[in-house]
T-cell receptor, first 112, second 116 residues
């Protein structure tokens, strides 16, 4: 079956530091890949996505590239802000009416 | 436009009691999903409605869980009787018709269930 593996964290960074959150996956077929983010007191929201190999998803300064050869979709940001403090979930979907499969979530805390 | 709303935000019950969680999806969204996150674990799929029909309920843990979506609008998830391992955060998500194969979901804030 499908699965997503990501670092559990928590990850604590100083403001303006570089962020990488690793994500690898196992899936049948050619899944679409996602990063969802949950800010404190809010529901999950889609941060970015990529639907095929070598696609790069980007939003709010975050980027992730769909790497089929390494089955990875690592999330990066060059300079984090305090407002980026949240839980980040890597996820995949195999299309059709397939359920979305989530990773465990990585809590990020950015300190001033 | 109102987002996905869930009620209650937090429920604390004794083992053996019954709890009903409610989800109001974004107006007009045909697809409605329930997910659950047990502490320290992944967010796990429970089931998927398309309008009032259950499209996929393969993630429902056992027959103590009952989900309904009468009229294809709001949905309820009842746990009866509740057990300790049912504790967690129950997320509802919705999406418009045609989005079911995209993986893009609009989530509510979740209902935290604590079973003592």
């Amino acid at each position: 079956g499908n699965s997503v593996t990501q670092m559990e964290g928590p990850v604590t960074l100083s403001e303006e530091a570089f962020l990488t959150i690793n994500c690898t996956y196992t899936a049948t077929g050619y899944p679409s890949l996602f990063w969802y983010v949950q800010y404190p007191g809010e529901g999950l929201q889609l941060l970015l996505k990529a639907t095929k190999a070598d696609d790069k998803g980007s939003n709010k300064g975050f980027e992730a590239t769909y790497r089929k050869e390494t089955t990875s979709f690592h999330l990066e940001k060059g300079s984090v802000q305090v407002s980026d403090s949240a839980v980040y979930f890597c996820a995949l979907n195999s299309g059709g009416y397939q359920k979305v499969t989530f990773g465990i979530g990585t809590k990020l805390q950015v300190i001033p | 436009e109102a987002g996905v709303t869930q009620f209650p935000s937090h429920s604390v019950i004794e083992k053996g009691q019954t709890v009903t969680l409610r989800c109001d999806p974004i107006s007009g969204h045909d697809n409605l999903y329930w997910y659950r996150r047990v502490m320290g674990k992944e967010i796990k799929f429970l089931l998927h409605f398309v309008k009032e029909s259950k499209q996929d309920e393969s993630g429902m843990p056992n027959n103590r869980f009952l989900a309904e979506r009468t009229g294809g609008t709001y949905s309820t998830l009842k746990v009866q009787p509740a057990e300790l391992e049912d504790s967690g955060v129950y997320f509802c998500a919705s999406s418009p018709r045609g989005y079911a194969n995209t993986g893009e979901l609009f989530f509510g804030e979740g209902s935290r269930l604590t079973v003592l």
